[in-house]
């Protein structure tokens, strides 16, 4: 059906209200966005002190105060005109932004499809003045503190179709809330109050980084987090990092901010998440507040009018920088890096994770605090079937958990206090190691620290090209159909980096002669299946190149060990030397914490003793 056509007219300029109204479109999506806009006009007019005031979810009133410059009564029209700004005046200065607002469309736009009220006073003015929104409007005295005050009312009422759009009151709502935690978060040293609909919702004084961040995203990150700030020629990047074990379902705890500014950058988040692939192997988010800070002539903020979007002149070194620093901060979850156990108990057990002022034993320990350590291990454990002492050489380890590489145990025994997760004491049902430090008790899920040695050693061994292979004294003849066979004779290269060695013994059958030797204790077969079936599937160059994590840990998982699986207490200890050794240990490949520890006085409390 060809539509109706429709009657040619004449080009003409356009009213400057339609043309506000089309800005619009762009600059006020949704309540949130004017939220935005004059929260940073606020702090770019040099606020300490900034209110928040909502009404309806900001639909039916937005109203922000605060203690900043204020503007001239003069320039008060030029305010609310379009295009006109005084934070850039040339070229240069676009290509240089350091402020947050620059384009001169906010005020007009937003009181193109609103009610808006501006009342403001300079520190030099004898009172405050205020002008509406209205074309051709004058300034009048008012009553006011140094500062600004902008009160937007009545959003869309001109334009009903707009409103139509807009989501329930406490949707909207939500989407404020979110744009005030954001910039909040980015300007620690600015006050923040938040109301709606009369009701004081939440109040941010002036404080530090760490502080705001833990009262915004919560005590859960502020419990599992790693401080991050590296600089590099004219990039540095600070801020903090979660733990693996604060990984959300959702990507709604992730702070970016480039310059100061908010940004949602699809090179920045692939960068972290690219950092975070060693620990978080599904569809978990990592939670992180991340400010880059560069040369403002190095990025482009002018890309949209909503200015959440940036383009990097050279954003590969940017992804480098933001990857590796990433990288460095999240590898060094092992149980010595910090002195501080990385997984909290839950709260639901009365117990609390170790925090930074309960250490762990490290070698730097005082000579009391190391006796006090050296006598606790004196004493053999009791155990139903035989008794053992805990304090053990590393001469008695086993070569079950050796890497198979070196398998020859360390013979000179090690003092006590360098082993920060303690000494094994028993195994808990076939799941657990039971240890004691300093601190306590120490918890650890064998099966999923050890999937993480193993991912380790396997990464290490192919990033050094030193993937040792153990042939097998019978080699596993399996059926495979067409395309397996197909996979095996395409992809010798590949399968024969990662440790494998496959021969094709007829149309339907399939020889596996060698493996990897650090999974030699694997099920071989289904090994040399699991790998086939990613190699068939996303190409012999793309596994080794965007799979390779999700196949090597896929190939740990096999080898660690089991459930159920009775350890000698010289493998259990070898375990938790290994775990001391392992960066990340603090998490297996999937994200989960691999061992918690219980400190002596939790447990006090637990049993109530010395009440």
Same mark, same amino acid.
């Given at each position: 059906?060809?539509?109706?056509?429709?009657?040619?007219?004449?080009?003409?300029?356009?009213?400057?209200?339609?043309?506000?109204?089309?800005?619009?479109?762009?600059?006020?999506?949704?309540?949130?966005?004017?939220?935005?806009?004059?929260?940073?006009?606020?702090?770019?007019?040099?606020?300490?002190?900034?209110?928040?005031?909502?009404?309806?979810?900001?639909?039916?009133?937005?109203?922000?105060?605060?203690?900043?410059?204020?503007?001239?009564?003069?320039?008060?029209?030029?305010?609310?005109?379009?295009?006109a700004t005084s934070k850039?005046?040339?070229?240069?200065?676009?290509?240089?932004?350091?402020?947050?607002?620059?384009?001169?469309?906010?005020?007009?736009?937003?009181?193109?499809?609103?009610?808006?009220?501006?009342?403001?006073?300079?520190?030099?003015?004898?009172?405050?003045?205020?002008?509406?929104?209205?074309?051709?409007?004058?300034?009048?005295?008012?009553?006011? @503190?140094?500062?600004?005050?902008? &009160?937007? #009312?009545?959003? !869309?009422? /001109?334009?009903?179709?707009? %409103?139509?759009? +807009?989501? *329930?009151?406490?949707?909207?709502?939500?989407?404020?809330?979110?744009?005030?935690?954001?910039?909040?978060?980015?300007?620690?040293?600015?006050?923040?109050?938040?109301?709606?609909?009369?009701?004081?919702?939440?109040?941010?004084?002036?404080?530090?980084?760490?502080?705001?961040?833990?009262?915004?995203?919560?005590?859960?990150?502020?419990?599992?987090?790693?401080?991050?700030?590296?600089?590099?020629?004219?990039?540095?990047?600070?801020?903090?990092?979660?733990?693996?074990? @604060?990984?959300?379902?959702?990507? &709604?705890? #992730?702070?970016? !901010?480039? /310059?100061?500014?908010?940004? %949602?950058?699809? +090179?920045? *988040?692939?960068?972290?998440?690219?950092?975070?692939?060693?620990?978080?192997?599904?569809?978990?988010?990592?939670?992180?507040?991340?400010?880059?800070?560069?040369?403002?002539?190095?990025?482009?903020?002018?890309?949209?009018?909503?200015?959440?979007?940036?383009?990097?002149r050279d954003s590969r070194?940017?992804?480098?920088?933001?990857?590796?620093?990433?990288?460095?901060?999240?590898?060094?979850?092992?149980?010595?890096?910090?002195?501080?156990?990385?997984?909290?108990?839950? @709260?639901?057990?009365?117990?609390?994770?170790?925090?930074?002022?309960?250490?762990?034993?490290?070698?730097?320990?005082?000579?009391?605090?190391?006796?006090?350590?050296?006598?606790?291990?004196?004493?053999?454990?009791?155990?139903?079937?035989?008794?053992?002492?805990?304090?053990?050489?590393?001469?008695?380890?086993?070569?079950?958990?050796?890497?198979?590489?070196?398998?020859?145990?360390?013979?000179?025994?090690?003092?006590?206090?360098?082993?920060?997760?303690?000494?094994?004491?028993?195994?808990?049902?076939?799941?657990?190691?039971?240890?004691?430090?300093?601190?306590?008790?120490?918890?650890?899920?064998?099966? @999923?620290?050890h999937e993480r040695i193993?991912?380790?050693?396997?990464?290490?061994?192919?990033?050094?090209?030193?993937?040792?292979?153990?042939?097998?004294?019978?080699?596993?003849?399996?059926?495979?159909?067409?395309?397996?066979?197909?996979?095996?004779?395409?992809?010798?290269?590949?399968?024969?980096?990662?440790?494998?060695?496959?021969?094709?013994?007829?149309?339907?059958?399939?020889?596996?002669?060698?493996?990897?030797?650090?999974?030699?204790?694997?099920?071989?077969?289904?090994?040399?299946?699991?790998?086939?079936?990613?190699?068939?599937?996303?190409?012999?160059?793309?596994?080794?190149?965007?799979?390779?994590?999700?196949?090597?840990?896929?190939?740990?998982?096999?080898?660690?060990?089991?459930?159920?699986?009775?350890?000698?207490?010289?493998?259990?200890?070898?375990?938790?030397?290994?775990?001391?050794?392992?960066?990340?240990?603090?998490?297996?490949?999937?994200?989960?914490?691999?061992?918690?520890?219980?400190?002596?006085?939790?447990?006090?409390?637990?049993?109530?003793?010395?009440?």
């Amino acid at each position: 059906m060809n539509p109706t056509p429709r009657p040619i007219r004449a080009i003409q300029a356009l009213p400057d209200q339609l043309i506000s109204q089309i800005a619009a479109g762009e600059v006020v999506e949704r309540p949130s966005a004017v939220v935005k806009e004059l929260l940073e006009n606020a702090l770019d007019a040099g606020a300490t002190q900034i209110t928040v005031r909502l009404e309806q979810g900001g639909v039916k009133r937005i109203a922000i105060t605060d203690n900043g410059r204020g503007i001239p009564v003069e320039q008060m029209p030029l305010a609310l005109a379009r295009h006109a700004t005084s934070k850039i005046a040339s070229l240069t200065d676009l290509e240089n932004v350091a402020s947050l607002g620059f384009r001169g469309e906010a005020l007009a736009s937003i009181a193109s499809v609103a009610q808006l009220t501006l009342t403001t006073r300079t520190a030099d003015a004898a009172h405050a003045w205020e002008l509406s929104g209205t074309p051709g409007a004058t300034a009048t005295p008012s009553s006011g @503190a140094p500062g600004t005050t902008i &009160d937007v #009312q009545d959003l !869309y009422f /001109n334009t009903p179709a707009r %409103r139509k759009f +807009l989501k *329930t009151e406490q949707t909207e709502y939500g989407h404020c809330a979110e744009v005030v935690r954001r910039i909040a978060l980015s300007r620690p040293d600015v006050a923040f109050s938040l109301t709606h609909n009369g009701k004081t919702i939440d109040h941010w004084n002036v404080s530090e980084v760490a502080k705001r961040s833990a009262h915004i995203l919560g005590d859960e990150f502020a419990g599992a987090r790693l401080p991050l700030d590296e600089s590099a020629g004219p990039l540095r990047l600070h801020g903090f990092v979660g733990l693996p074990t @604060a990984s959300k379902a959702r990507a &709604d705890a #992730q702070y970016f !901010y480039v /310059n100061g500014r908010f940004v %949602r950058d699809k +090179l920045l *988040t692939h960068a972290v998440r690219a950092a975070y692939q060693d620990v978080l192997h599904g569809d978990r988010y990592p939670s992180y507040v991340l400010a880059l800070d560069l040369d403002p002539a190095l990025v482009d903020v002018n890309v949209h009018p909503s200015k959440i979007e940036v383009r990097f002149r050279d954003s590969r070194a940017v992804h480098q920088f933001v990857f590796h620093a990433v990288s460095r901060a999240v590898a060094q979850t092992s149980a010595t890096a910090f002195g501080t156990t990385p997984a909290p108990v839950p @709260a639901q057990s009365g117990m609390q994770a170790t925090t930074a002022s309960t250490p762990m034993p490290t070698p730097w320990m005082r000579d009391a605090q190391q006796s006090t350590f050296n006598a606790q291990f004196n004493a053999p454990a009791f155990h139903p079937s035989r008794p053992v002492g805990v304090a053990q050489s590393t001469a008695q380890y086993g070569a079950f958990f050796a890497n198979a590489a070196d398998p020859a145990p360390v013979a000179a025994p090690l003092p006590a206090h360098d082993f920060p997760l303690g000494f094994a004491l028993a195994q808990l049902h076939g799941v657990f190691v039971l240890a004691q430090n300093a601190s306590g008790l120490v918890l650890v899920d064998m099966h @999923a620290a050890h999937e993480r040695i193993l991912y380790e050693q396997l990464k290490d061994a192919l990033d050094e090209n030193a993937m040792y292979v153990q042939p097998l004294l019978i080699p596993v003849t399996f059926y495979a159909d067409a395309v397996e066979v197909g996979t095996v004779e395409e992809n010798q290269e590949t399968l024969s980096a990662l440790g494998f060695d496959i021969a094709v013994m007829s149309p339907t059958t399939l020889a596996l002669r060698a493996i990897p030797a650090l999974l030699k204790n694997a099920d071989a077969q289904s090994l040399a299946r699991d790998v086939l079936r990613d190699v068939r599937e996303f190409g012999g160059s793309r596994v080794l190149l965007e799979r390779r994590n999700e196949l090597l840990g896929t190939l740990a998982c096999h080898t660690a060990v089991r459930a159920n699986r009775t350890l000698t207490v010289p493998e259990m200890n070898a375990l938790l030397r290994q775990m001391e050794a392992t960066e990340r240990a603090d998490q297996c490949n999937h994200g989960r914490p691999t061992w918690v520890q219980l400190a002596l006085n939790d447990l006090d409390k637990l049993f109530l003793r010395g009440q």
